[in-house]
């Protein structure tokens, strides 16, 4: 079977850094999403990687191993307005996206 | 302000009503679906349109019955629903359907079913 996972709830300070982690098993591997998603509003896009290695969006970065199964999204200077549910998604050999469940993310002051 | 609209945005039923759940988008999008998203739960695809056309459908109860007609709208009808169908249906839309295109969410219809 296909699996994504990913931690269910972290919690994070204000100003800080948090790594959420990523790991799949599909069939196949296209490409990962990492969608943001704050409550009751539409997930909304981060970042999508391909190929081994970080790419980074201003406080926000991305890394892929392929060859491990992992993703993990990094957050700098975390902000009050960071508090939402981020999902992480896998486009498998079929171009099917395979969803994790999410990670909410609690920022506290 | 993401360019997919949908409508209601809370809707409270009864198992023996008949309601539709309504989405648009107006990003020139020829790809739309269907989510169901249920607390802790993974994204669950129900239906894709593609140029108008019924391309998946992953063995959605009868229940509930798409409508798509063309490229900006998209419908799912809804009729003798059960309580465990409550929960947030989200519409997205891509530019083709591929799926390593960047999807499009709406912010959803939250769905009570009683």
């Known amino acids: 079977g296909q699996n994504i996972d990913q931690p269910t709830e972290m919690t994070a300070t204000e100003g800080a850094i948090v790594q959420i982690n990523c790991t799949y098993q599909t069939s196949g591997f296209n490409g990962l999403f990492w969608y943001q998603q704050h409550a009751g509003e539409a997930p909304t896009f981060l970042s999508y990687?391909?190929l081994d290695g970080l790419e980074e969006k201003g406080r926000f970065s991305s890394f892929l191993s392929r060859s491990k199964g992992y993703s993990y999204l990094l957050l700098k200077e975390l902000q009050m307005k960071d508090s939402a549910s981020y999902l992480c998604?896998?486009?498998?050999?079929?171009?099917?996206?395979?969803w994790g469940a999410g990670t909410k993310l609690i920022i506290k002051p | 302000e993401t360019g997919v609209t949908q409508t209601p945005r809370h809707l409270v039923m009864g198992m023996t009503n008949k309601k539709s759940l309504k989405c648009e988008q107006h990003?020139?999008?020829?790809?739309m679906y269907w989510y169901k998203q249920s607390a802790k739960k993974p994204l669950e695809l129900m239906f894709v349109?593609?140029?108008?056309?019924?391309?998946e459908n992953n063995s959605v109860p009868s229940r509930f019955s798409p409508e798509c007609p063309n490229s900006s709208h998209l419908f799912l009808h809804l009729h003798t629903l059960q309580p465990e169908d409550s929960a947030l249906y989200l519409c997205?839309?891509?530019?083709?359907?591929?799926?390593?295109?960047?999807?499009?969410f709406g912010p959803g219809t939250r769905l009570l079913v009683l």
């Open positions: 990003l020139g999008h020829n790809a």
């Open positions: 998604a896998v486009v498998d050999s079929n171009y099917q996206l395979i």
């Open positions: 349109y593609n140029f108008k056309e019924q391309t």
């Open positions: 990687n391909v």
């Open positions: 997205a839309s891509s530019p083709n359907g591929g799926g390593q295109e960047t999807q499009y």
